[in-house]
T-cell receptor, first 111, second 114 residues
Framework: QQQVKQSPQSLIVQKGGISIINCAYENTAFDYFPWYQQFPGKGPALLIAIRPDVSEKKEGRFTISFNKSAKQFSLHIMDSQPGDSATYFCAASINDYKLSFGAGTTVTVRA | NAGVMQNPRHLVRRRGQEARLRCSPMKGHSHVYWYRQLPEEGLKFMVYLQKENIIDESGMPKERFSAEFPKEGPSILRIQQVVRGDSAAYFC????????????FGPGTRLTVT
């Protein structure tokens, strides 16, 4: 069974808009929550990550919001650009190395 | 500083043949992880290796699949007697720490079984 559920499956946003991707998990033992960006034909690249002792982390235009009580976390891409068009995966792990990935969200940014 | 290298990038095998996938970690990284990605799905953990040791193979199918990371040379993921269901993208990642919280992925090997 999938331990991390990701939504939506795909989204289209206009250039300059905000992209929001949500993930939910069941296992309260998870203690590391990274987001990966993947372009077609490439491997996933680590984008940003958070641990459950903070509720938000921001790096440039990318922000993770984390809600421990709801067991949810989300990625916000501010001022979306065409170069952000990619597939985004959330993930979670207990001991850091065994990442459980969501199914992915394909983001398309229209110019 | 070269990233994680995987070869071949594309591999076509007939049912019943063997597939060998290679992964060279980033320089200075001694921890290697293999993941499998089926179409329209996220990556699934297969195995975690350090030099000459398998640390965690809980995601590996019990039969036909094996992995190694020898003292010298790349890590190898070996699939014997491939079946159509093995068709997928196989990704290798490496990290400098046993924590694994900085996993750098290679470009993947896309295996097609005909």
């Amino acid at each position: 069974q999938q331990q991390v559920k990701q939504s939506p499956q795909s989204l289209i946003v206009q250039k300059g808009g905000i992209s929001i991707i949500n993930c939910a998990y069941e296992n309260t033992a998870f203690d590391y929550f990274p987001w990966y960006q993947q372009f077609p034909g490439k491997g996933p690249a680590l984008l940003i990550a958070i641990r459950p002792d903070v509720s938000e982390k921001k790096e440039g235009r990318f922000t993770i919001s984390f809600n421990k009580s709801a067991k949810q976390f989300s990625l916000h891409i501010m001022d979306s650009q065409p170069g952000d068009s990619a597939t985004y995966f959330c993930a979670a792990s207990i001991n850091d190395y065994k990442l459980s990935f969501g199914a992915g969200t394909t983001v398309t940014v229209r110019a | 500083n070269a990233g994680v290298m995987q070869n071949p990038r594309h591999l076509v095998r007939r049912r019943g043949q063997e597939a060998r996938l290679r992964c060279s970690p980033m320089k200075g990284h001694s921890h290697v992880y293999w993941y499998r990605q089926l179409p329209e799905e996220g990556l699934k953990f297969m195995v975690y290796l350090q030099k000459e040791n398998i640390i965690d193979e809980s995601g590996m199918p019990k039969e036909r699949f094996s992995a190694e990371f020898p003292k010298e040379g790349p890590s190898i993921l070996r699939i014997q007697q491939v079946v159509r269901g093995d068709s997928a993208a196989y990704f290798c990642a490496s990290s400098p720490y046993s924590r694994g919280d900085e996993q750098y992925f290679g470009p993947g090997t896309r295996l097609t079984v005909t």
